[in-house]
């Protein structure tokens, strides 16, 4: 078989084709642990990655690279943590970007070298007495594979969906866990009931590990507080950490200061382990990592001639919320008024999820924000007019036209001023977007709905001339 980087990716894609997970088939731990024995690695070797877990409903990605911005910040300050691990999902352009060692993905040829290793190892097909691990659980023995072997002081672990029984969940004794905002989402998988769902997000609790959550709603509290009696853990709710500055870019969605804070939290508890006696202040590691964090895909901003593109992956209705309401924020804060762009949201939803139930959601929440779209642009997740697809984006085919005219009917219904147009491709809403643009003075678009929207957005403008800037703002 030919070793490189494109055929690990194919291997790794035909793991899609295995059917989707139900509940019984999460419970996969013993198989993790036993796959991760089959690479030379015992389960108790993940304890030396004194790992970081983090679980919840939406934050997740941001609290993780928070915390990874300000352990960096710390360890270029005295040294330690040198080099940090960082597990997250989902990738925003290449499969690398998950798994990242000091903020940057793992190199093609580390990727490719290490995939195989596990890869030749692992039955290549199921038997009575072992299974083959699937696309997420391949991506988990890959990242524990690759920060055991980059002997990493740190790994920093974002859950792929609840926690009980995420393929992440086999980390013994992680040295700090931490819950972000949780709400109902995975229904299908994770139950019925904000209730269901906290108790499996909980599941990353573990005796002996500190534990932190930021403020939840009562019955979500309730949930977490008897987990952690179970489980032998004390654990701290945070709120907005008043040490964190007021007027950054980074920390203009209010939620990010949500996040931000529970990752100082984090940060605190690792730090208090790991290094009592050489620690940065806490102000220093702010000060050397905020203004420069970025987070591709969310609350991300790029400015092009006269296209303002606002891009966020939220797919559910809390964060589609957090979306609408940073995107009315800045631009009202950015108002001219002289020249008054148009204003586009660009919305596709192809998935289990309620869409509509999510796109009244958008247009509850514009209302309360009290800006009007102009033009509403339906898409799809297909990237590129000439049906060519990255390597790296493996997506089943999921486009449905009667989905999408029954988003443009719901929308009509909302608001009869807008103009709606369906489009087929991303590439196709990003030109339309662009003309309308051109024909009046710019516009200020919103792209949001779906991280497969996002992702296909993201690559196809940074292939082009416009310049790309994290979380600018003019």
Avoid at 69 to 85: C, K, M, R, V
Avoid at 455 to 469: F, K, P, T, V, W
Wanted: aromatic share 8%.
């Amino acid at each position: 078989m030919e070793r490189s980087y494109e055929e690990a990716i194919r291997c790794l894609n035909s793991r899609k084709a295995l059917p989707k997970p139900n509940l019984d088939d999460m419970r996969g731990s013993d198989d993790m642990i036993e796959w991760l024995e089959l690479l030379g690695h015992p389960v108790e070797a993940l304890n030396g990655l004194n790992a970081i877990h983090v679980a919840g409903t939406n934050g997740k990605g941001s609290t993780c690279a928070f915390a990874a911005s300000f352990l960096q910040a710390h360890g270029n300050d005295t040294g330690y943590p040198q080099t940090i691990g960082l597990y997250t999902s989902p990738h925003m352009k290449n499969i690398r970007e998950r798994i990242r060692i000091n903020g940057e993905p793992i190199s093609k040829e580390q990727f490719t070298l290490r995939f195989f290793e596990i890869w030749d190892i692992l039955p290549e097909h199921a038997t009575p007495t072992i299974d083959i691990p699937r696309y997420l659980q391949l991506l988990a023995l890959l990242s524990f594979h690759v920060f055991i072997k980059e002997k990493v002081d740190v790994a920093i672990y974002e859950t792929h969906l609840g926690g009980e029984f995420d393929a992440t969940n086999i980390i013994r004794m992680p040295l700090v866990t931490a819950l972000t905002p949780i709400a109902m989402d995975h229904v299908a998988l994770l139950g019925s009931t904000i209730q269901k769902i906290a108790w499996h997000k909980a599941g990353i609790f573990k005796s002996g590990s500190r534990a932190y959550s930021t403020l939840q709603d009562p019955e979500v509290a309730r949930v977490l507080q008897q987990r952690a009696f179970e489980k032998g853990v004390m654990l701290e709710f945070v709120g907005i950490d008043s040490a964190l500055p007021t007027n950054t870019a980074a920390l203009k969605p209010v939620v990010q200061r949500v996040n931000c804070s529970l990752a100082l939290a984090v940060v605190r508890a690792w730090l208090s382990i790991k290094a009592p006696q050489k620690r940065s202040s806490m102000e220093y590691i702010i000060a050397h990592s905020i203004n420069q964090f970025s987070w591709p895909g969310r609350y991300q901003q790029i400015n092009e001639r006269n296209c303002q593109w606002f891009l966020d992956g939220a797919h559910n209705e809390v964060s589609l919320r957090y979306a609408v309401d940073w995107f009315a924020t800045t631009i009202t804060e950015n108002q001219n008024d002289t020249v008054t762009p148009m204003t586009i949201l660009i919305f596709s939803q192809f998935s289990t999820r309620n869409g509509i139930a999510l796109l009244r959601s958008v247009a509850e929440s514009l209302k309360d924000n009290d800006i009007h779209m102009q033009y509403v642009i339906l898409t799809t997740y297909d990237e590129r007019r000439d049906g060519q697809i990255r390597i790296d984006r493996n997506l089943q085919k999921r486009f449905s036209a009667d989905i999408q005219e029954r988003y443009a009917e719901t929308w009509s219904r909302l608001d009869p001023t807008a103009v709606v147009i369906c489009e087929r491709t991303i590439e196709g809403a990003l030109d339309r977007a662009r003309e309308i643009g051109d024909q009046n003075n710019g516009v200020q678009a919103l792209i949001t709905g779906s991280l497969h929207l996002v992702s296909g957005a993201l690559y196809l403008l940074d292939s082009e001339d416009g310049i790309q800037r994290f979380c600018e703002y003019k």
